[in-house]
């Protein structure tokens, strides 16, 4: 499956919107090696951050796949998808221009 620039960026908006909600939890309920977590909060817990694992999966599947349909270095690609989600997080479009 061909991806294009712009699903490149929402994957990682996806990604990274996961990633805080884990670290939100983590912080809300404390280490979890030092605080005795509920059954509800260690599910919750659980639930997100399965899915900050299958969303960055994706991403890095998807990374992996455009570079090498655009014949490009992977880390480059990488880096113009983590500079455009930042751009459309701070406000702007997000397009490669900006990248």
């Known amino acids: 499956m061909?991806?294009?620039f712009e699903e490149l960026v929402a994957k990682q908006l996806a990604a990274?919107?996961?990633?805080?909600?884990?670290e939100q939890l983590r912080e809300k309920y404390g280490p979890?090696?030092?605080e005795r977590w509920t059954g509800t909060q260690s599910e919750t817990y659980e639930?997100?951050?399965?899915?900050?694992?299958?969303?960055?999966?994706d991403?890095?599947?998807?990374?992996?796949?455009?570079?090498?349909?655009?014949?490009?270095?992977r880390t480059d690609v990488e880096e113009e998808v983590a500079r455009a989600a930042r751009a459309v997080r701070e406000g702007g479009d997000g397009g490669p221009e900006e990248a």
């Open 32 to 34: 979890p090696a030092q």
């Open 2 to 4: 061909s991806h294009t």
């Open 16 to 22: 990274d919107e996961a990633h805080t909600r884990v």
């Open 59 to 73: 991403l890095q599947a998807a990374l992996n796949e455009y570079a090498s349909d655009e014949g490009r270095p």
């Open 47 to 57: 639930t997100a951050w399965r899915a900050w694992r299958d969303l960055a999966r």
